[in-house]
């Protein structure tokens, strides 16, 4: 494979510098009183109008026809709804030690999300995949996330500062705000669908600012409620935990598509789709679902997941990409997962993270 230029290699996702750059504008000038209230109306606004484009993006006939590879699909799903919550459960015995209680909140609240679908499609892509099960995988997981990722928070998110944190009345909410705008979008699509793939670039700006307002205005409430005075040092141990919980998802994706007998193309859009984690779908999410004063905090790890994903998953699809069309041991495929991953930092600028 050619030597990638060194520029390449440290090239850092602007999105990323966008949304530090919002917690940095949050912490230094956060909104209070009658402006907070403003940017409460305008993030329920802007959430809706993200689910409600969302819909409209969603091919129905290609979700249905897209039903019919249901192994792989149920491949996807058992690792974004069983493995990810069952090895956040795990990671409860690194409380106190390792994680605070609220770190660990954002981490079960991670575990409970949806695939990613821009970057589970582009990664998939770029490596050979099989593009069409992605697109029905991602954008399911999506749908079904709308439903599923409440239940699994008011199971599983049990820790000190959130129990019982999520109500039905919060399910309820959630069900108004993000999955009616969906449904909207979906009937609407026969006479947008087209305006919005013809503008789709415009409408991805629209997507992200949507984000970084979500996002200024969740850290917003965070600092007035003291978030970083509950940060220690030992917080920085969440960056190990995130990478160790998604090399451990990546392998057994990886290892269970080459047991179960799919092929390499099949193998690779289960491993994209099934081990990543939406923060386009997690922020909104939080912000419904969760008190304002925890929103800040439980959403962090979901940030810097989000990032390592990006940059894990760029060099991997380089690395399908360059293997021979003869299917590879899952195993030797891993193997890799330690070295060079700084190359994969150039695909990662392209990712709305939704």
Not at 199 to 212: F, T
């Amino acid at each position: 494979m050619s030597r990638v230029p060194i520029r390449s290699r440290l090239r850092i996702d602007p999105y990323i510098v966008a949304l530090l750059a919002a917690v940095a504008v949050a912490s230094l000038l956060p909104a209070r009183g009658v402006v907070a209230t403003g940017f409460d109306y305008a993030t329920t606004i802007a959430i809706g109008f993200l689910f409600f484009l969302s819909g409209a993006r969603l091919s129905t006939k290609q979700a249905i026809d897209g039903l019919k590879h249901w192994r792989l699909h149920s491949v996807v799903f058992a690792s974004t709804f069983l493995l990810f919550p069952l090895l956040g459960v795990a990671a409860k015995p690194l409380v106190p030690g390792v994680l605070t209680p609220g770190l660990y909140a954002g981490l079960m609240f991670l575990c409970c999300l949806p695939s990613t679908v821009q970057s589970s499609i582009a990664f998939t892509s770029i490596a050979r995949g099989n593009v069409a099960a992605a697109i029905c995988s991602a954008s399911l997981s999506n749908l079904i996330g709308i439903v599923l990722t409440p239940l699994l928070v008011t199971l599983l998110l049990f820790t000190g500062t959130h129990a019982g944190a999520v109500s039905l009345g919060s399910v309820r909410e959630i069900m108004l705000q993000l999955l009616v705008p969906f449904v909207a979008g979906q009937l609407l699509r026969r006479w947008i669908g087209g305006f919005v793939t013809k503008h789709k670039k415009v409408l991805g700006y629209v997507d992200r600012g949507a984000i970084l307002l979500v996002v200024y205005t969740a850290f917003s409430k965070g600092v007035v409620e003291g978030i970083w005075e509950r940060l220690t040092p030992m917080s920085l141990l969440l960056l190990v935990v995130n990478i160790v919980l998604l090399a451990i998802v990546m392998a057994t994706t990886a290892f269970a598509s080459c047991k179960l007998g799919f092929s390499r193309e099949d193998e690779i859009a289960i491993v994209f789709c099934g081990s990543k984690k939406s923060l386009a779908s997690g922020v909104p999410m939080a912000i419904v679902l969760l008190p304002a004063a925890t929103v800040s905090l439980t959403i962090l790890p979901l940030m810097l997941f989000h990032q390592i994903q990006l940059i894990v998953c760029a060099w991997l699809a380089r690395r399908y990409a360059a293997r021979p069309v003869v299917s590879q041991p899952a195993e030797e495929l891993i193997a890799g997962l330690g070295t060079d991953v700084g190359r994969a930092a150039g695909p990662a600028a392209h990712d709305m993270g939704v």
